[in-house]
Each structure stands twice: as C-alpha cells, then as structure tokens.
C-alpha cells in the first residue's frame, strides 16, 4: 500500500511540473474523467496521458457508432434505437463528428514525439472532453428512457 502511494506521490508531483510548465488542467480535474493515476510517470507521461484520454473518446465514439450503425450491435441497441428520439440521434452524429476529429488529429502525435505537442494535445482534449461531456451524459439518459420504454413494451408483449 504504502508502495502504490509513493507511486502516485511521484506521478502527482511529476504532473505538476508539467502542469505549471504547459498550463495543464489540474492534476485532480483530469484524473477524475481519465484516471491518469494508472499511468507511469516518467519522460513520456504526457504521451500516456494523451492515449489515454483518447481511449476514453474512442469508447464513446466505438458507443456512437453502434447507434449510428447497429448492424453487428447487441439485441438491446435496437430495442434503444427503436425509442429514441430522432433528435438524439441528430445529437449523437454531431457529437461524433466532433470527438472524431480530435482522435484523427492525435494519430500524428503517436508517429513522433515531442512534449509540447503532446501538452497541447492534453490540454486541447480536455478542453473538449469538458465541452461535450454534458452531452454524452444526456445522450446515454436518453439511452436509458428509450431502453425502459421499450422494456414496458415488451413485458405486455406476448411469446408463444
């Protein structure tokens, strides 16, 4: 225990050299949305830090692309869609658009490194995380009020 503390105490402290150095996001803002406390820290931490936020977007991207084109999309996905609101999904191909865009754009930064690239991209990332996920949370409400609508529906439905 007291290992995975002075593990994090490190991590902590080397983010927040490049925090004062790039003008990052604090380092408990970010770690609650994309918990950098796993990662590593050392020459490459805003490398880290960049893929995995992305990962996350990519998560809700790969959610989006289900909605948007269910064709290999769990049973359930259909029961969703088949309730949602064609406003939502209006939202949801917006909202794809944008977090797209930032995974394309970060495709360079794995090809070669450098660190101010890399503290921006974070920042930027942030920055549009911040701005959407408001969003992501409201589209998933709608997910789950279009699944519960659709659950009513078939416990009066009759099998057999």
């Given at each position: ?12 402290e ?26 590593k820290?050392?020459?490459?931490m ?8 992305v ?31 064609n406003?939502?999904?209006?939202h949801?191909?917006?909202?794809y ?10 495709v ?19 920055k ?10 409201s589209?998933?409400?709608?997910m ?14 009759y099998?057999g």
């Open positions: 225990m007291e290992e995975k503390k002075d593990k994090m105490q490190l991590l902590k080397n983010y927040e050299k490049l925090q004062k150095k790039y003008g990052l996001p604090g380092f408990e803002e970010i770690n609650k949305d994309f918990e950098i406390e796993k990662l820290s050392g020459s490459f805003l490398k880290d830090i960049r893929r995995n936020m990962e996350k977007i990519a998560s809700v991207i790969k959610l989006f692309e289900m909605l948007m084109n269910p064709t290999s999309a769990p049973m359930f996905m259909f029961a969703v869609l088949k309730n949602m609101k406003d939502t999904k209006k949801i191909e917006n909202l658009k944008e977090l797209t865009s930032v995974t394309i754009s970060m360079k930064l794995d090809i070669s490194f450098d660190e101010k690239s890399e503290a921006e991209a974070v920042k930027s990332i942030f549009k995380w911040m701005s959407c996920k408001g969003q992501i949370v589209i998933c409400n709608s789950e009020d279009a699944w519960k609508e659709s659950s009513k529906k078939s416990d009066k439905s099998l």
